[in-house]
């Protein structure tokens, strides 16, 4: 018998209770939560391709993920119940495009979308999640990174580096390894003021390549 797993079980649930969030499975969303996530989504990642597709977008995207089989959605909320974090995890990154096209009004709000944020939009995303299929490891070789990936991580201004962010990471990962996954994958921004880089490092990710045309990193670690 393993004598590692109480103890780390122990330190999960520890570390989940320290900052208040809850057991491992995913949270169910409901509308006003679509429209929670929308708002705190723009605040925190306001160059992402949803977040120039504007707030309609984003609220049927958080509409969206509310009953996807594909994407699980894991919740912060502060004392008074407002939800001020969440990760966003995609069990088929690579498909989740085609998922959007399909049950999102992407194409409607890419045509709505005007100006240099609506061309910034397009540009970087006639895709908002570029297939998990299109990178290059660290030799600069291509790379199929085929596995689960944590599309989203944000945490409201007020409440970071308190511990929430990695906490609903243990918690992803969590149900991930109870669903029997054994990596994930994460993204970020390659640019050198990309606080997110650290936060990957410091949760224990390894930086295993790029897409220099869409200036991405690909990071993977094991849950
Ligand atoms: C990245 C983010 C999710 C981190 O959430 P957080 O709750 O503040 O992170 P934690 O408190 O759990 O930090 C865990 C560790 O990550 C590292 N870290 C987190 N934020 C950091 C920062 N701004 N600078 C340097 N290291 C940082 C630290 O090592 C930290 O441990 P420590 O506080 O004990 O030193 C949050 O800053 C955020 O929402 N940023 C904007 C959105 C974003 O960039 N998301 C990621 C890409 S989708």
Do not use: K
């Not at 990174?145 to 609903?168: K, Q």
């Amino acid at each position: 018998m393993n004598s590692d797993v109480p103890s780390r079980r122990i330190t999960l649930q520890a570390l989940c209770d320290s900052v208040g969030v809850g057991p491992p499975e995913p949270d169910r969303l409901g509308p006003a939560d679509w429209r929670r996530l929308a708002a705190l989504h723009r605040e925190c990642l306001p160059g992402s391709a949803i977040a120039a597709l504007g707030e309609r977008y984003a609220e049927r995207f958080y509409r969206y993920l509310s009953d996807s089989a594909q994407e699980h959605a894991f919740l912060h909320r502060d004392a008074r119940g407002a939800i001020d974090a969440a990760c966003v995890l995609s069990l088929d990154p690579g498909a989740l495009n085609c998922r959007l096209w399909r049950r999102t009004p992407l194409l409607w709000s890419l045509l709505r979308a005007s100006g240099a944020r609506g061309r910034r939009a397009l540009a970087s995303a006639l895709s908002p999640f570029p297939g998990a299929h299109r990178y290059e490891s660290g030799d600069g070789a291509p790379a199929v990174f085929d596995a689960p990936e944590l599309i989203l991580v944000f945490v409201a201004p007020g409440r970071r580096r308190r511990g929430v962010g990695r906490a609903l990471l243990a918690r992803a990962r969590a149900w991930l390894r109870e669903a029997g996954y054994r990596r994930c994958l994460a993204r970020t921004r390659d640019h050198p003021r990309n606080r997110a880089v650290e936060f990957y490092r410091a949760t224990g990710f390894e930086l295993r390549g790029r897409s220099s045309r869409r200036g991405f990193q690909v990071w993977e670690s094991g849950v």
